[in-house]
């Protein structure tokens, strides 16, 4: 909880986390089957692992902030197309 407080909601920032740690989830699964059928496979090593892991995490993470920056822009700024609403007649 006291994380969560700390965070000043970084965690509704991570829009792709989901995607990235999906990803993660995959490889993993496909490390487990290529370690059980060792025979037709070549083993992934450890390093190639943490590194993909660590790269999908730095990426997911980076493009999950510049995505929420843009978007909170947008929201300060106006339309996202440039594009002013007409002025109302004064009466």
Same mark, same amino acid.
């Given at each position: 909880m006291a994380a969560h407080r700390c /965070? +000043? +909601?970084l965690l509704d920032r991570l829009v792709y986390l989901s995607h990235g740690l999906a990803?993660? $989830?995959a490889f993993i /699964?496909?490390?487990l089957?290529?370690?059980a059928a060792h025979d037709s496979f070549p083993q992934i090593p450890v390093w190639l692992s943490l590194t993909v892991i660590v790269?999908? $995490?730095a990426t997911t993470t980076i493009a999950s902030l510049a995505a929420s920056r843009r978007t909170?822009?947008? *929201?300060? *700024? /106006?339309p996202a197309s440039g594009i002013q609403p007409?002025?109302?007649p004064v009466p």
């Open positions: /965070g +000043g +909601g990803f993660i $989830l /699964g496909v490390k089957i290529a370690q790269t999908v $995490l909170r822009r947008q *929201d300060t *700024d /106006g007409p002025a109302q």
